[in-house]
């Protein structure tokens, strides 16, 4: 029988979650969602591996180890629980429990995916094979069974296919608990599949015949995001427009074919921001506050990005500013590429400020820094920083993402709810949520371009510089449009709500 909808026990299945582990925007969604869903009441958890990364020291262990079976044979591993830290207003929901597996020959190293000598462990297929099992295992020992298993990118998602084959089906005795839950898989990036030598799959300990039935092939490779495709009950991407372009082979990354196949089954939900981070009304990392009604803080965010970037301390020129992780998929090589990324002739040729923030590939890091010495308008850190993160986000007047293919982007909308109009590609999320400049009405809420090229980047940087010195009262406008727009997580939950109960009441 179906469980009643109303409050729904869900178990996150995740390689990623902040604050305790990130990469990329998927931590930041799976704890975001988290909250919101436990905010309308459901009954969330959070499952993830105990990476060195986590201090244990901050954690309470479970009693017991926790056995697994898997390779012939069982894996143990210690597991660790905390509470999620709730951001403000987020108290008022349920708190979020989060376990970590922690299996030392698995997990006690250094890096999530990989480091910097082995960027892809070889390992990887076994230790997130164990992680997504151990999910089931530990329901088992807490003896508390979720209706739904949400499982997020490659990394979980054997979830939905150990599920189908196996622990639903009832092939273990002790199965029978997992009868009515069903599993979502969520791609946060298709660009990533998790694919690996077909011989790890007897790790699983799987029969081979699940290894065809659930679709694991890959051209005699095993790929465990299109396992998870194929078996998962729903299956979501972070935007409608990437729904909706993964579809195609332009943007399908040779899995459109097998999303095409479980089309009915599969929807774009955009993803929210947490509004208790990025909100510039309350952010201790800008000088001052601001909102749509007092815009005063932007203008001393400004200064401060200035000076923090070395930049001359100018109101009147304007900033853009990119955070970005330096991978192809940023549309790095036509922005960066030596000799022919616009960056150059962009600063070179236009009265701006370019301050950037990432890192990532070597030779987009040799060359940023080699702009930085040659440019006395373009400056840029290379690293991570939450705090110049921030700063950019509040004190540039433009934010720049002119990527390849973008599933959602958080970027653009915390630029949006900043006052910091997007400069962008039309592509994944970021058409979604950004609106166009029409200059004619004076409509939009940034700037978008189609074409992928150096010289589109170059124009359309060029049209908002224009924009900027010439239709001071549209940008105003925009900047306020932007900042009033709605990009809460409980839209997003609502939405997640809905899927959750289709796949429960197919
Ligand atoms: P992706 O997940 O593809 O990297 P998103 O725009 O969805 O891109 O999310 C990236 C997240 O990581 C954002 O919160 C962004 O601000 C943050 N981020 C990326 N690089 C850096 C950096 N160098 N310093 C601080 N934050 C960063």
């Not at 060195?52 to 056995?67: C, F, I, P, S, T």
């Not at 990005?305 to 992780?325: A, W």
């Not at 590429?337 to 950037?356: K, V």
Request: charged share 20%.
């Amino acid at each position: 029988m179906a469980p009643s909808t109303s409050r729904l026990k869900i178990l996150m299945c995740t390689s990623e979650a902040v604050p305790y582990a990130k990469t990329g925007g998927l931590a930041d969604a799976v704890s975001a969602l988290a909250l919101a869903l436990a905010k309308l009441g459901h009954e969330v958890r959070i499952i993830m591996p105990r990476y060195y990364g986590v201090n244990r020291e901050k954690l309470e262990k479970l009693e017991g180890a926790l056995g697994v079976p898997m390779g012939g044979g069982e894996q143990w591993s210690a597991v660790y629980a905390a509470k999620m830290p709730a951001k403000s207003g987020a108290s008022r929901g349920n708190p979020v429990q989060v376990y970590f597996i922690d299996h030392e020959g698995f997990f006690g190293r250094d890096g999530i995916y990989g480091n910097a000598f082995e960027p892809d462990f070889l390992d990887n297929s076994r230790r997130f094979a164990f992680f997504c099992r151990s999910c089931f295992q530990l329901c088992r020992k807490i003896d508390w069974y979720p209706d739904v298993m949400h499982a997020h990118d490659w990394p979980a998602a054997l979830v939905p296919v150990f599920l189908k084959y196996g622990e639903r089906r009832g092939i273990s005795s002790e199965t029978g608990s997992f009868a009515d839950t069903v599993s979502i898989l969520t791609i946060h990036n298709l660009g990533y599949q998790g694919i690996y030598g077909k011989d790890n799959f007897s790790f699983t300990s799987l029969g081979w015949d699940v290894f065809y039935q659930a679709g694991l092939d890959d051209w005699n490779m095993m790929n465990l995001l299109k396992g998870g495709i194929n078996c998962a009950g729903k299956i979501n991407t972070v935007s409608p427009n990437y729904a909706r372009e993964t579809l195609s082979p332009g943007h399908g990354f040779r899995l459109d074919g097998a999303l095409r196949y479980r089309g009915s089954d599969y929807s774009g939900i955009l993803n929210g921001i947490d509004t208790a981070t990025w909100n510039p009304r309350r952010d201790p990392y800008l000088p001052a506050p601001y909102a749509a009604d007092d815009m005063a803080g932007k203008a001393k965010a400004k200064e401060a990005l200035q000076r923090k970037f070395g930049l001359r301390e100018d109101p009147e020129v304007p900033v853009i500013g990119m955070i970005c992780r330096l991978t192809e998929q940023k549309g790095i090589g036509e922005l960066f590429g030596p000799a022919y990324g616009s960056a150059w002739s962009i600063c070179r040729d236009m009265n701006l400020q370019f301050a950037f923030l990432g890192s990532g590939e070597t030779w987009a890091e040799h060359e940023i820094r080699s702009l930085s010495s040659r440019l006395p308008n373009f400056k840029a850190h290379i690293g991570y920083s939450e705090e110049l993160s921030h700063l950019i986000e509040g004190g540039a007047d433009f934010f720049l993402m002119p990527s390849r293919y973008e599933p959602c982007g958080l970027n653009q909308m915390y630029s949006l709810a900043y006052g910091t109009l997007p400069i962008v590609r039309n592509t994944g999320g970021l058409a979604d949520t950004v609106q166009n400049y029409n200059q004619d009405t004076g409509e939009g809420t940034g700037f978008l371009f189609d074409d992928l090229s150096p010289g589109s980047i170059y124009n359309t940087v060029g049209w908002a510089v224009w924009a900027w010195y010439n239709r001071k009262s549209d940008i105003e406008a925009m900047r306020i449009r932007g900042m009033k727009k709605n990009f809460s997580w409980h839209k997003s939950a609502l939405e997640y709500q809905s899927l959750y109960k289709s796949a429960l009441n197919p």
